[in-house]
């Protein structure tokens, strides 16, 4: 099956991400070594693309994201306005 979106963006966690990173102070690469830890394989680049809006995010890798950032997965979704 293919994937069809109207538009470039791949996500909308990405730019929250980041933001949630840089507050911890992790590099892409630190962040990518934390998700290994909870069995969550998501390299250095895949992260970049992430943040850019450019790749999607599973289910499971943003629950990780949220646990890792130490941020609820309703930011990272901008469902907490």
Request: proline content about 1%; charged content about 35%; cysteine-free.
């Amino acid at each position: 099956m293919k994937l069809i979106l109207d538009s470039k963006e791949r996500n909308v966690a990405g730019p929250r991400v980041k933001i949630a990173r840089l507050k911890n102070k992790l590099t892409q690469q630190e962040l990518s070594a934390k998700l290994e830890t909870l069995a969550v394989y998501v390299d250095r680049a895949s992260i970049s693309k992430i943040e850019q809006q450019k790749r999607i995010i599973t289910d499971i890798e943003l629950i990780a994201f949220s646990k890792i950032l130490k941020v609820s997965v309703d930011w990272l979704l901008e469902i907490d306005k």
